[in-house]
């Protein structure tokens, strides 16, 4: 089903440490997954993508875990900037094809120096 | 991936008047665009999918006659919002999608608001 969030939950965290933003997600027939981040005002852009048939993938300074036994995402940045500071959303992709990507609750990521 | 632009930024109108957001595949020739909506400190929210040289498919409980979907070419696809009214303010986001397995890449949005 479709997520929407009443607020969004804040993860903060200081600058240089390694941040973790987890996300539940409903479908057990989804089998691509995206995380996107957001800035005030902007569009969400592209951060990095994973297909069910695996647990882990990796990119420059962020890395996604899958657990597909209990839903579950994960999104890993290492050594958190400042610039890291967003809105943070993960999106499944609906069963029956792949047109339509519904978005999860979002989670504000808030980097201190 | 693809690079989408949207026109305008932001926009304000009164209520009962009607607005005309655009939303362009600059590098891409898209023939399906889909359009979010998101709300102050909430998430996107499909409310249609926009084919080009066919009908738009709306989500369950967006309004068709509400939210006019055109898309005429392959690049470009525009939402109207008629009779807007105060709770129609919002952040309309359009994507494309290049490929199957591949993710939407956005444009800036759309800053929406009716007075």
């Known amino acids: 089903g479709e997520s929407v969030g009443l607020h969004l939950p804040t993860l903060s965290v200081q600058e240089g440490d390694n941040s973790i933003i987890n996300c539940a997600y409903s479908?057990?027939?989804?089998?691509?997954f995206i995380w996107y981040k957001q800035e005030s005002g902007k569009g969400p852009q592209f951060i990095i993508d994973i297909r069910s048939n695996m647990d882990k993938r990796q990119g420059q300074r962020v890395t996604v875990l899958l657990n597909k036994t209990v839903k579950h995402l994960s999104l890993q940045i290492a050594a958190t900037q400042p610039g890291d500071s967003a809105v943070y959303f993960c999106a499944e992709n609906a069963a029956g094809g792949y047109n339509k990507l519904i978005f999860g609750a979002g989670t504000r990521l808030a980097v201190h120096p | 991936g693809a690079v989408v632009s949207q026109h305008p930024s932001w926009v304000i109108c009164k209520s009962g008047t009607s607005v005309k957001i655009e939303c362009r595949s600059l590098d891409f020739q898209a023939t399906t665009m889909f359009w979010y909506r998101q709300f102050p400190k909430q998430s996107l929210m499909l409310m249609a999918t926009s084919n080009e040289g066919s009908k738009a498919t709306y989500e369950q409980g967006v309004e068709k006659d509400k939210f006019l979907i055109n898309h005429a070419s392959l690049t470009l696809s525009t939402l109207t919002v008629t009779s807007a009214h105060p709770e129609d303010s919002s952040f309309y986001i359009c994507?494309?999608?290049?490929?199957?397995?591949?993710?939407?890449?956005f444009g800036n949005g759309t800053r929406l608001t009716v007075t």
């Open positions: 479908n057990s027939a989804s089998d691509y």
């Open positions: 994507s494309v999608r290049t490929g199957g397995a591949s993710p939407l890449h």
